[in-house]
């Protein structure tokens, strides 16, 4: 048990990444039609210091939102740095406790004629929101969180990376839409690509490097971490994008090929009937067969234009172990014995003649 408990505090730290107001505003503005008359669940955030209830909260009577639900999880770092909700402890510092903040009214509440920031501190205030606390720890999973997510039309996040798995696992099981965070490898995962691959999950606009605030006790590492004159420490990760099944315009963008197959140029891999493609913008125009392309492809993937397919039906090798998640993975994917990182297997569904 007290491993368990070490593991799993270790896990939480590493979680620890706050994503910046002006990542989510560039993000979120792509899906605004999918927001009006819904229900919007923030369950991984402190909501008073989350830029997602930010983010919402401000925005609440643009995007025509019917309610903003955030939920704060039990110790989180950086509870009441920005504004105090409960009561202090004996040292004068926030308690740490889960709550809840259910907003279903924002007005001008210091009547300069817009909502700012400066009205976000006044919701509460009024008698049609609400700032409870929580009786468990506000993990994702705890019952009365998930009765939360039941309520909610769209759930929009950073959930923790560790976790990532289970939280899309209760996602897809509870069929909600959502806009979430997460790692570029997340598409390798056996519980994730399945859900690519048919089309029940894709990709958002940005993918790639993003800065996330880290806490105080954050160590320090010598590549992607730096801290800026304010003392606050910052860290970087080259692999993020956003995971979604709302619908939006890039997903339809059809990819403009130019390159042309030869044999010489697209070889094919030893165990696998289909040819390599080491970059998206290499993909041949004119190849009507399996071509095995880099996951980073999933960020120009139109469905309309190409079809992901299952590995398993293209091995030529019966040797070769089934990966029962469909991806070219490891000592697979070699040519002339040679290993090439990970791939997806695709075809393109309108090639022009050879």
């Not at 909700?85 to 889960?98: H, V």
């Not at 300069?112 to 009024?126: C, F, H, K």
């Not at 790639?208 to 004159?229: C, I, L, N, S």
């Not at 420490?233 to 994008?241: E, F, M």
């Given at each position: 048990?007290?491993?368990?408990n070490?593991?799993?505090?270790?896990n939480?730290?590493?979680?620890?990444?706050?994503?910046?107001?002006t990542?989510?505003?560039?993000?979120l503005q792509?899906?605004?039609?999918?927001f009006?008359?819904?229900?919007?669940l923030?369950n991984?955030?402190?909501?008073?210091?989350?830029?997602?209830?930010?983010?919402?909260?401000l925005r609440?009577?643009?995007?025509?939102?019917?309610k903003?639900i955030c939920?704060?999880?039990?110790g989180?770092?950086?509870?009441?740095?920005?504004?105090?909700?409960?009561?202090?402890?004996?040292?004068?510092?926030?308690?740490?406790?889960?709550y809840?903040?259910?907003?279903?009214?924002?007005?001008?509440?210091?009547?300069d004629g817009a909502v700012d920031?400066s009205?976000?501190e006044?919701?509460?205030?009024?008698d049609?929101?609400?700032?409870?606390?929580?009786?468990g720890?506000?993990?994702?999973?705890?019952?009365?969180?998930?009765?939360?997510?039941k309520?909610a039309?769209?759930?929009?996040?950073?959930?923790?990376?560790?976790?990532?798995?289970e939280?899309?696992?209760l996602?897809?099981?509870f069929?909600?839409?959502?806009?979430i965070?997460?790692s570029?490898?997340a598409i390798?995962y056996?519980?994730?690509?399945?859900l690519?691959?048919e089309n029940?999950?894709?990709l958002g606009?940005?993918?790639?490097?993003?800065?996330?605030?880290?806490?105080e006790?954050y160590?320090v590492r010598e590549t992607?971490?730096?801290?800026?004159e304010?003392g606050?420490?910052w860290?970087?990760?080259?692999?993020?994008c956003?995971?979604?099944?709302l619908?939006?315009?890039k997903?339809?963008?059809?990819?403009?090929l130019?390159?042309?197959?030869?044999?010489e140029?697209?070889p094919?891999y030893d165990?696998?009937?289909?040819?390599?493609v080491?970059?998206?913008?290499?993909?041949?125009?004119n190849?009507?067969?399996?071509?095995g392309?880099?996951?980073t492809?999933?960020?120009?993937?139109?469905?309309?234009q190409?079809?992901i397919?299952?590995?398993?039906d293209?091995?030529?090798?019966?040797?070769?172990?089934?990966?029962f998640?469909g991806?070219?993975?490891?000592?697979?994917s070699?040519?002339?014995?040679?290993?090439i990182?990970?791939r997806i297997l695709?075809?393109?569904?309108?090639p022009?003649?050879l």
């Amino acid at each position: 048990m007290a491993n368990k408990n070490l593991n799993a505090a270790k896990n939480a730290k590493k979680d620890e990444f706050y994503t910046q107001l002006t990542d989510i505003e560039r993000e979120l503005q792509h899906y605004w039609p999918h927001f009006r008359g819904k229900v919007v669940l923030c369950n991984c955030d402190d909501p008073y210091e989350s830029n997602f209830f930010k983010y919402f909260a401000l925005r609440f009577n643009q995007l025509g939102l019917k309610k903003l639900i955030c939920t704060c999880y039990d110790g989180s770092p950086v509870m009441g740095t920005e504004l105090s909700l409960f009561s202090l402890d004996a040292e004068g510092n926030e308690k740490k406790t889960a709550y809840k903040v259910e907003i279903t009214e924002v007005a001008d509440m210091n009547g300069d004629g817009a909502v700012d920031l400066s009205d976000v501190e006044y919701l509460i205030q009024n008698d049609k929101n609400v700032l409870s606390s929580l009786r468990g720890n506000g993990d994702f999973r705890s019952k009365e969180c998930i009765e939360l997510l039941k309520e909610a039309d769209i759930v929009v996040t950073n959930p923790p990376f560790s976790l990532f798995r289970e939280y899309v696992a209760l996602l897809m099981e509870f069929e909600k839409k959502f806009l979430i965070l997460g790692s570029l490898n997340a598409i390798t995962y056996k519980e994730i690509f399945p859900l690519i691959k048919e089309n029940a999950i894709w990709l958002g606009y940005k993918s790639g490097d993003m800065a996330f605030k880290v806490p105080e006790d954050y160590e320090v590492r010598e590549t992607r971490y730096w801290e800026d004159e304010t003392g606050q420490k910052w860290r970087s990760l080259g692999n993020i994008c956003w995971f979604t099944n709302l619908d939006h315009n890039k997903r339809h963008e059809e990819m403009d090929l130019v390159c042309r197959y030869s044999p010489e140029e697209y070889p094919v891999y030893d165990n696998y009937n289909a040819i390599n493609v080491n970059k998206t913008s290499d993909i041949p125009c004119n190849y009507a067969g399996a071509m095995g392309v880099p996951i980073t492809f999933l960020d120009k993937y139109n469905p309309d234009q190409f079809e992901i397919l299952n590995a398993n039906d293209y091995r030529t090798n019966e040797l070769v172990p089934i990966k029962f998640h469909g991806l070219i993975k490891d000592k697979d994917s070699s040519i002339n014995g040679k290993p090439i990182y990970v791939r997806i297997l695709i075809r393109n569904k309108h090639p022009k003649a050879l």
